[in-house]
């Protein structure tokens, strides 16, 4: 790749190979020196695929040619009946397809996740198949909740600091890298282990996917990588960019979250990496949050749940999109090609019926911790300081969140007053002198 000069301001188009003869077809895996290159004039090692346009490291092409993002390119242009595809790509065989790869294994009686894989295909017939989570489809059973459903929008305005290559993203990563607080999984196991071994079995398994044992970590902080609210939804919650803490999760190629519930706050989340995942998504109605309460101990909520829970949806998430997921939201996911998933979590007043409801679910049986109580009384602090608001437009409204707020306070003072809780003490002060209307005591003095 040396025929740009640097006075040329046009990159030059490039082929790795300068002549191509008749052969045989080539495998997939082995494509990609045959398609073409675009070159920077600065002269670095990142180049641009001249059929999607991706900015990649050229050590690294090869895994984006095998990459969901870099198919479906191809399988574009072959629909819109180009004739410019690189040669040698056989364009009688269809590429493959990371959703009906992992569903065929259902089929396969050898494969450990024959199981996983026959679950998620027969809850995806039910569903309907995959959705595109538009923002103004009919969702009844979410919007009785007074929430947004969930939704698949574009990343473009979702990063606030990105980091330029999947090479990087690990390098912030590991520089600040927290064995304390970083948690590794294993697939099929809800034993938490912060084993520095483990660990480096993610970052293998990154490169050299394990479908038999595959590990995955949760919850690292990098300095240097920020998502933000997407922009549809920043007029409904006002948050502060700052205030919402990016981490991300390390997941390699068959890594599976069981069904849960992000302690009912709000999220949003975005693969880097190549990373493509599969989203299983129910509404916290009654119904759900019944069913998940009878099978809460299973060993694996999503094949107990099989079949009982209602208004299911599935999509599939690429990294030209974020996923937002309201309060409440129950969701299992399967990395269906392996990546980053960085992401944040916020609470809002509107999270306060999921919140309580996930909150007694887990702290059923005594056996909460100071942790758990957090998201609870973040939502009771948001909704009584909504509850200040002096807006003619919000006023009712507010002082309705805060009505609510008190009563679940109210009933569940007692448990939440067992341990200490500086937020605890800052919803006292808030509410000083006012009365409890249940017990008709001041806040103060009320057990």
Not at 90 to 106: E, I, M, Q, R
Not at 126 to 145: C, Q
Request: charged fraction near 25%.
């Amino acid at each position: 790749m040396n025929g740009t000069s640097q006075g040329d301001s046009t990159p030059e188009v490039v082929g790795v190979e300068q002549t191509h003869q008749q052969s045989p077809v080539i495998p997939q895996r082995r494509r990609f020196n045959q398609y073409r290159l675009k070159q920077r004039k600065d002269g670095s090692n990142r180049t641009r695929c001249a059929d999607c346009g991706t900015d990649v490291d050229a050590y690294h092409f090869k895994r984006h040619c095998e990459s969901n993002r870099h198919q479906e390119a191809i399988a574009s242009r072959r629909e819109q009946g180009r004739d410019d595809i690189p040669p040698g790509t056989d364009t009688n065989v269809p590429l493959p397809n990371a959703l009906d790869c992992f569903l065929s294994k259902s089929g396969d009686a050898t494969s450990p996740l024959a199981g996983l894989a026959a679950a998620y295909k027969e809850e995806l017939d039910r569903a309907g198949g995959t959705s595109r989570l538009e923002i103004n489809r009919d969702a009844p059973l979410w919007r009785g909740l007074g929430l947004y459903p969930p939704l698949l929008l574009p990343v473009d305005g979702c990063w606030r600091i990105r980091p330029a290559s999947r090479e990087q993203f690990l390098a912030e990563l590991l520089h600040d890298f927290d064995l304390d607080r970083t948690v590794v999984y294993k697939r099929g196991s809800n034993d938490r282990t912060c084993a520095s071994s483990n660990f480096c079995h993610v970052l293998t398994q990154l490169e050299k996917p394990d479908e038999t044992n595959t590990y995955y970590a949760i919850n690292m902080k990098a300095r240097s990588v920020e998502i933000q609210l997407p922009e549809q939804l920043q007029a409904k919650y006002n948050i502060s960019t700052l205030s919402a803490t990016t981490t991300t999760n390390v997941t390699p190629k068959f890594a599976a979250a069981d069904l849960h519930v992000d302690h009912g706050r709000h999220g949003v989340t975005g693969v880097e990496g190549g990373c493509v995942k599969l989203w299983a998504l129910y509404p916290p109605t009654d119904q759900n949050l019944t069913e998940l309460e009878k099978q809460y101990d299973c060993a694996c909520l999503f094949l107990g749940l099989q079949g009982q829970l209602e208004g299911g949806e599935f999509c599939v998430q690429t990294e030209r999109e974020v996923i937002y997921l309201p309060s409440g939201c129950l969701h299992a996911t399967i990395t269906l090609e392996g990546g980053l998933t960085p992401g944040f979590e916020f609470t809002s007043p509107d999270c306060l019926r999921a919140t309580a409801a996930m909150w007694d679910i887990t702290t059923r049986g005594g056996q909460s911790t100071k942790e758990d109580s957090v998201p609870l009384l973040e939502c009771i602090m948001a909704c009584l300081e909504a509850g200040t608001d002096t807006g003619r437009d919000r006023k009712e409204r507010a002082a309705s969140m805060k009505i609510e707020a008190e009563s679940v306070l109210c009933t569940q003072y007692a448990k939440l007053a067992r341990k200490k809780h500086n937020i605890l003490n800052r919803i006292k002060r808030l509410l000083d002198r006012t009365i409890c209307h249940h017990y008709s005591v001041a806040w103060k003095d009320h057990k």
